[in-house]
Every structure is written in structure tokens, then in C-alpha cells.
């Protein structure tokens, strides 16, 4: 009963929870369905529904406020996911489809995340630019929910998502892509200098002919 009184004060969470375990149950039938059944043109279909479980929690977040309901919390976080499944979605399912192939059905292995170097500062900046394009997405849809919102105290919960949001893409931004490249660069400085090193008797032949042997 504490479940069912919980989803009636807080539906719009409760459709967020519902969305990500469908996200997770499309995407398990759909490698189900391309790996097991061979049947790519169903995986296909089923990956395709995965974008329209974005759409019912966008309405319905929206329509939630339009009937009068307080924008709380709830409504934020509702932003924010949909923000990250706009970014990471398709690139979540890309992991997890290369994954299952290689583990599971004799797939090419997946390329690996780079250790270092300019690679890996490369990885960072478009794990970043994903990021961005989240922040985007929620800073988006919460500019849509304050205009409908009217009571301040609303508009304030609101922004604060936004401030959540915008906290976020900075840490990410100076913890990934800016922390990278100065690793990077201290990596470079630390490699030994081969001008340094030291000199052999064969890096300067003697000017002098050799004396030959008896």
C-alpha cells in the first residue's frame, strides 16, 4: 500500500522509473530478438519504440502541469532523464548490442576506451559533448515547465534543476575532456628527452683511423 499511496503523490517519478525499466526490457527483447531469434527486422522495430518512451514521459510531464499539479522535484528529474537518454541512449544501446555480440556470439571484440594519449583526450571531449547536448535537452525542457508554471516557489524549484543540471556539465567538463589534456601534457613532459641521454662512444666515432691489428 506505501508503494501505491507513493505513485499517486508522485506520478511523474513513478512514470520515470516505468520508462527507464522499459528502456532496459526493449533493449534486452531486442538483442533477444536479433541475436537469439535472428529476427533483425523485429530488433529493429524494438529498438525504434525506445525514442517513444521519451515522448509519453515529455507529454506526460507537460500535461501533468497543465491540469494544475505543482511543479516539484519530480518534474525535474523528468527533465534531467530526458535529457541523458537524448545523449546517451542511442550510445547505451550501441554498448550494450557490441557487448552481447562479442561476450555471447563469437562478435568482433568492441574497440576499448583509449588508456591515454590524444585518444583518449579525443574520448573525453565527445563523452563531454554528449554531456552538453543532456544539459541541453533538460535546460530545454525545464524553459518549457517554468512558462507554464505560475506560483514563484514552482519557477524556483524548477531553476534549481537547472543549477543542478548546469553543476553537472561543469564538473564533467573540468573532471574529463580539461583534466585529460593537462594529463596529457604532464605525460609528454615526464617521457625521457633522447637529446638527454647519454652520449656512446658510438654516437661520436673517433676522427681517427682505426690502428690495424698485427
Do not use: N
Not at 71 to 77: D, I
Not at 101 to 124: I, T
Not at 138 to 157: C, K
Amino acid at each position: 500500500m506505501e508503494i501505491v499511496e507513493w505513485v499517486r503523490d508522485h506520478p511523474v517519478a513513478a512514470l520515470v522509473i516505468t520508462c527507464e525499466v522499459a528502456f532496459w526490457v526493449f533493449l534486452a527483447a531486442a538483442v533477444v530478438a536479433r541475436y537469439v531469434l535472428r529476427r533483425r527486422r523485429l530488433s529493429t522495430v524494438l529498438l525504434l519504440c525506445e525514442p517513444l518512451i521519451e515522448v509519453v514521459l515529455l507529454v506526460a510531464t507537460v500535461t501533468d502541469l497543465l491540469r494544475g499539479a505543482e511543479a516539484t522535484w519530480t518534474h525535474g528529474l523528468a527533465a534531467l532523464y530526458l535529457g541523458f537518454t537524448v545523449a546517451f541512449g542511442r550510445y547505451t544501446v550501441h554498448k550494450v548490442d557490441g557487448w552481447v555480440a562479442w561476450r555471447l556470439f563469437d562478435g568482433p571484440r568492441p574497440p576499448r576506451v583509449p588508456s591515454g594519449g590524444r585518444a583518449k583526450v579525443v574520448h573525453e571531449w565527445k563523452l563531454w559533448l554528449r554531456v552538453l547536448l543532456a544539459w541541453a535537452v533538460a535546460v530545454a525542457v525545464l524553459g518549457v515547465l517554468l512558462l507554464i508554471a505560475d506560483d514563484p516557489a514552482q519557477r524556483q524549484v524548477l531553476l534549481g534543476w537547472a543549477g543542478r543540471a548546469t553543476l553537472v556539465m561543469g564538473i564533467w567538463f573540468l573532471a574529463g575532456p580539461v583534466w585529460q589534456v593537462f594529463a596529457d601534457s604532464a605525460g609528454e613532459d615526464d617521457a625521457p628527452d633522447t637529446d638527454d641521454a647519454p652520449e656512446t662512444p658510438a654516437d661520436h666515432p673517433t676522427s681517427h683511423p682505426a690502428h690495424p691489428t698485427p
